[in-house]
């Protein structure tokens, strides 16, 4: 029993190691259920079974869900701190540039094709019109305030807000990479091998 005892508090601290067994992420108080993750994944899955995926790279397994979780992480921190720079998108923004992005892939009709593709889910569509939109007005202020090369400071800004925040990602998702600013697999060994 004492040789079981540590490995036992091991286990919970790795699987508490985003605040609650149920978070996928969380930065400050903002938490990103495991729920919401895989509702998401669910329906991707459930949207590549009614279209033909032959010819698509589709992430799978544990790429899918990181890339779930970095939509959502990516999205929510860019909303923070779009709020912080005191501009939000608006849903006039959003309806306008979904009716933009669905003309340019042919219409509702391929619409469905152009998602599964790109490994979206139906639902999170407005979310990621939402990130596009606040990405390229941080963009506009950046070259327009000269700060420099807009990829180099929003990279910046992203690790910035995550590590003043303090980032904690569950280890089922991976971890988060601050010095390439990414969304990373889990490596349970650490630098042991």
Not at 67 to 89: P, T, W
Not at 106 to 113: K, S
Request: net charge positive; glycine share 8%; charged share 20%.
């Amino acid at each position: 029993m004492k040789k079981l005892l540590p490995v036992l508090i091991a286990t919970t601290l790795l699987l508490t190691g985003c605040g609650q067994a149920n978070n996928a992420a969380q930065f400050g108080k903002k938490r990103i259920s495991q729920a919401d993750i895989q509702t998401s994944i669910n329906q991707i899955m459930d949207e590549r079974s009614k279209v033909d995926t032959t010819s698509m790279n589709l992430a799978t397994g544990s790429d899918l869900n990181q890339n779930v979780l970095r939509l959502y992480l990516i999205s929510d921190v860019l909303q923070s701190i779009a709020k912080e720079r005191g501009f939000d998108i608006t849903k006039g923004q959003i309806d306008a540039t979904r009716s933009k992005l669905i003309d340019q892939v042919g219409g509702n009709e391929n619409l469905q094709v152009a998602l599964v593709s790109a490994n979206l889910a139906s639902r999170d569509f407005n979310r990621y019109i939402r990130t596009l939109l606040i990405s390229q007005a941080l963009q506009d202020a950046i070259v327009k305030a000269k700060a420099g090369d807009p990829g180099t400071v929003m990279h910046q800004l992203v690790t910035e807000k995550l590590q003043k925040l303090g980032v904690k990602i569950n280890p089922r998702y991976g971890n988060w990479d601050f010095q390439n600013g990414d969304l990373v697999s889990f490596d349970p060994a650490g630098s042991a091998l």
